[in-house]
T-cell receptor, first 116, second 111 residues
Framework: AQSVTQPDIHITVSEGASLELRCNYSYGATPYLFWYVQSPGQGLQLLLKYFSGDTLVQGIKGFEAEFKRSQSSFNLRKPSVHWSDAAEYFCAVGGYSGGGADGLTFGKGTHLIIQP | EPEVTQTPSHQVTQMGQEVILRCVPISNHLYFYWYRQILGQKVEFLVSFYNNEISEKSEIFDDQFSVERPDGSNFTLKIRSTKLEDSAMYFC?????????FGEGSRLTVL
């Protein structure tokens, strides 16, 4: 069964500082990996995705993530956070297995707080 | 850019009432999904649908839930007799390639 672990429930970062949100996954086939951001009361916005190829993927809003197969990780990074980055961040894993497109399994989320 | 649309954006209902949440997936997508997010919690998989039948469902998706694709464009989630704990945001998603595209969600409040 697929699963996603986001070990940090809350992270507080000063504005302008760098950020890394951790994500570890378990998936039986080649994984598709995603990071979504959710502001309070809003829907899910896709930040970036990894399907194959270059293990360092660039996303919107200056975010990037690196897929490390040996560590089963897909950590999200940003070199300099802005106050508007405060939100909930979800890592998700999915893919194709058994002949069908698997639904996504989400982590529990990391709540990002930005200090002025 | 094509998008997944959901209606209503917010529905308030009394406990025990039936609710139908509607979704229009992206037109060339083949796989459809419903997810649920209780306030403050993670997004949970409910059900996936392919080739006019359920392909997978979670333990949350009990006999009170059903899905249908009645006309080739809409994809509906029905809750037969709502409970207080059904209050949540419900997200519809669709895909052709494995990248899921999500709608904005339907917020269900059960009183």
């Amino acid at each position: 069964a697929q699963s996603v672990t986001q070990p940090d429930i809350h992270i507080t970062v000063s504005e302008g500082a760098s950020l890394e949100l951790r994500c570890n996954y378990s998936y039986g086939a080649t994984p598709y990996l995603f990071w979504y951001v959710q502001s309070p009361g809003q829907g899910l916005q896709l930040l970036l995705k990894y399907f194959s190829g270059d293990t360092l993927v660039q996303g919107i809003k200056g975010f990037e993530a690196e897929f490390k197969r040996s560590q089963s990780s897909f950590n999200l990074r940003k070199p300099s956070v802005h106050w508007s980055d405060a939100a909930e961040y979800f890592c998700a894993v999915g893919g194709y297995s058994g002949g069908g497109a698997d639904g996504l399994t989400f982590g529990k989320g990391t709540h990002l707080i930005i200090q002025p | 850019e094509p998008e997944v649309t959901q209606t209503p954006s917010h529905q308030v209902t009394q406990m025990g009432q039936e609710v139908i949440l509607r979704c229009v997936p992206i037109s060339n997508h083949l796989y459809f999904y419903w997810y649920r997010q209780i306030l403050g919690q993670k997004v949970e998989f409910l059900v996936s649908f392919y080739n006019n039948e359920i392909s997978e469902k979670s333990e949350i998706f009990d006999d009170q839930f059903s899905v249908e694709r009645p006309d080739g464009s809409n994809f509906t989630l029905k809750i037969r007799s709502t409970k207080l704990e059904d209050s949540a945001m419900y997200f519809c998603a669709s895909t052709y390639t494995g990248e899921l595209f999500f709608g904005e969600g339907s917020r269900l409040t059960v009183l």
